[in-house]
């Protein structure tokens, strides 16, 4: 449900109609399990491969995709009853980690290997006890374990992490989240190789983000 209106004249200038056209994200696992937080929300498992070439240009042919089905203007059902939105919205300011590490070995639990038993950590550059000037390298020390860079933000925050990925021949990022350290995966981002920029769809709520 959606009505764009100019805020000079107040003409309509875009909303939901039969001229619309629907198709599911391909690049969404829809058979996502709930994420157990009290919001209810997704998991979430986006394949950057699946994506619809030029689908947010201008000149797009969305032929081939499926007409909605029209409910009507409001107030209909679902939407009888609309009120103004009753809280602020997320603020637009970026938010940097205070502290980062990069995990080098560790020794987990096989069948709960969201919980974190032990680990070596150093700092990463860019922060001011590390003095080797140089990108770090996080590479694999032992055979049944996968190194992971882990973000420290300082604060409890809520919003749309984003991952800027320059140069890649594929693979797959799986994000962890935590107020504490006691860190859930939620989120896995496969790879379409090359630069690319991914968000989930759903804000999070964290202090810490693990990259694995």
């Known amino acids: 449900l959606l009505e764009l209106r100019a805020s000079?004249?107040?003409?309509?200038?875009?909303?939901?109609?039969?001229?619309?056209?629907?198709?599911?994200?391909?690049?969404?696992?829809?058979?996502?399990?709930?994420?157990?937080t009290l919001l209810g929300d997704f998991k979430e498992t986006y394949d950057s491969r699946l994506e619809v070439p030029g689908w947010r240009e201008p000149g797009f042919d969305d032929s081939a995709w499926t007409?909605?089905?029209?409910?009507?203007?409001?107030?209909?059902?679902p939407y009888s009853r609309l009120v103004e939105r009753e809280i602020p919205f997320l603020?637009?300011?970026?938010?940097?980690p205070a502290n980062v590490f990069w995990e080098s070995a560790s020794v987990t639990y096989a069948w709960r290997d969201d919980w974190e038993v032990y680990h070596e950590q150093r700092l990463v550059p860019g922060n001011p006890y590390d003095l080797s000037g140089r990108p770090i390298t996080?590479?694999?020390?032992?055979?049944?374990?996968?190194?992971?860079?882990?973000?420290?933000?300082?604060?409890?925050?809520?919003?749309?992490?984003?991952?800027?990925?320059?140069?890649?021949?594929?693979?797959?990022?799986?994000?962890?989240?935590?107020?504490?350290?006691?860190?859930?995966?939620?989120?896995?981002?496969?790879?379409?190789?090359?630069?690319?920029?991914?968000q989930p769809f759903n804000r999070r709520t964290f202090r810490y983000l693990r990259l694995l």
């Open 8 to 36: 000079r004249d107040g003409d309509v200038l875009l909303a939901t109609d039969d001229s619309w056209r629907v198709l599911h994200a391909p690049e969404w696992d829809q058979g996502s399990a709930v994420n157990c």
């Open 67 to 77: 007409p909605p089905d029209v409910l009507g203007r409001p107030p209909v059902e």
């Open 138 to 198: 996080v590479g694999k020390t032992h055979d049944d374990f996968s190194p992971s860079v882990l973000l420290d933000f300082g604060r409890i925050v809520s919003g749309y992490p984003e991952i800027s990925v320059k140069a890649s021949a594929g693979g797959v990022i799986d994000v962890l989240y935590g107020e504490a350290l006691h860190l859930t995966r939620v989120d896995r981002f496969i790879l379409k190789g090359g630069p690319q920029v991914l």
């Open 91 to 96: 603020g637009g300011e970026t938010v940097t």
